[in-house]
């Protein structure tokens, strides 16, 4: 069965710009999560994704940030504008069904850095 | 609030030797709990998980975790610990009523040495 799959898997961006990342999970699952992951802390859920529908976004900065999933399968993650305090790993995950006991799959990451 | 608490940022251990890494939790209702695994340049890797029954849970690569409910806590161990175990360890709750929403502690570097 095959992963997470994210990408870029790195990125350098200035600040003020904007940058997209991009996820496609495991499928069949119908759960999809974007977490921030700042060194030294752990992930921090940005959204949550139900299909195509959002479930939780409450932590995401919407000034900046936005997320689709618009066919219920693969997702965008979009930052415009990028500020330096961005710079974090975002990292994607799915399960099957998240009113169950099911875990997380996670992709390996985007890294990005903002300059 | 829901929330985990890994209180050590760093554990030292022997190969060989038995290891234990501590999460306490703090969850409404019964809790959905998690251990991940993170390597360098790498996403997290389920290892193991408790969500009802028997306290003692085993999961991947030889680990197991004990769940104790009246310290909330959910502690990580091996009996006998490798190199290769070396790296980044992420304790985790379900918020069940909070659209299952996960929490993750601050993480614990295990470093095994030879």
């Known amino acids: 069965e095959a992963g997470v799959a994210q990408s870029p898997r790195y990125k350098i961006i200035e600040k003020r710009q904007s940058v997209a990342f991009w996820c496609n999970p495991i499928s069949g699952h119908a759960t999809l999560y974007w977490y921030q992951q700042i060194l030294g802390q752990g992930p921090k859920l940005l959204i949550q994704?139900?299909?195509?529908?959002?479930?939780?976004d409450s932590q995401l900065p919407k000034d900046r940030f936005s997320a689709e999933r618009l066919k219920g399968v693969d997702s965008t993650l979009k930052i415009q504008p990028a500020k330096l305090e961005d710079s974090a790993v975002y990292l994607c995950a799915s399960s099957l069904d998240p009113t169950e006991s099911y875990e997380q799959y996670f992709g390996p990451g985007t890294r990005l850095t903002v300059t | 609030a829901q929330s985990v608490a890994q209180p050590e940022d760093q554990v030292n251990v022997a190969e060989g030797n038995p290891l234990t890494v501590k999460c306490t939790y703090s969850v409404s209702g019964n809790p959905y709990l998690f251990w991940y695994v993170q390597y360098p340049n790498r996403g997290l890797q389920f290892l193991l998980k408790y969500i009802t029954g028997d306290n003692l849970v085993k999961g991947s690569y030889g680990f197991e975790a004990e769940f104790n409910k009246s310290q909330t806590s959910f502690h990580l161990k091996k009996p006998s610990a490798l190199v290769s175990d070396s790296a980044l360890y992420f304790c985790?709750?379900?918020?069940?009523?909070?659209?299952?929403?996960?929490?993750f502690g601050s993480g614990t570097k295990l470093n095994v040495k030879p």
């Open positions: 994704f139900q299909n195509n529908g959002v479930v939780d």
């Open positions: 985790a709750v379900r918020d069940q009523r909070n659209f299952n929403k996960f929490y």
